[in-house]
């Protein structure tokens, strides 16, 4: 299994910053991606950004050019750095985990309990 504690949120003013953290616990080499994804009142949960193991990234339109995902391997910790923070990025950000595992390979998902953002305007 693969656990993730996620960090960071808060209460910003619009044209703020913030920094979401992302530690993971367990089958740690065996996580392929780990992302970000967000859901604001009334909406469905969207992918916000991306890092694999290979370090490619992939981030949303709506966050290109404001948000920056990294990771710091000797600690499976990845990170989010909002810049440029509107209101409209309001929602609760959770962490997830995709990892592959075992013979025959078995694949998992996990997510972390979510952490509020909230964009004053």
């Known amino acids: 299994q693969v656990q993730l504690v996620e960090s960071g949120g808060g209460l910003v003013q619009a044209g703020g910053s913030l920094r979401l953290s992302c530690a993971a616990s367990?089958?740690?080499?065996?996580?392929?991606?780990m992302g970000w994804h967000r859901q604001a009142p009334g909406k469905q949960r969207e992918l916000v950004a991306s890092i694999s193991s290979s370090n490619t990234t992939n981030y949303a339109d709506a966050v290109k050019g404001r948000f920056t995902i990294s990771r710091d391997i000797p600690k499976n910790t990845v990170f989010l750095q909002m810049s440029s923070l509107k209101p409209e990025d309001t929602a609760v950000y959770y962490c997830?985990?995709?990892?592959?595992?075992?013979?025959?390979?078995?694949?998992?998902?996990?997510w972390g309990q979510g952490t509020q953002v909230t964009v004053s305007s």
């Open positions: 997830h985990a995709f990892a592959v595992y075992g013979l025959p390979p078995r694949t998992l998902d996990a």
């Open positions: 367990g089958l740690t080499s065996s996580i392929v991606v």
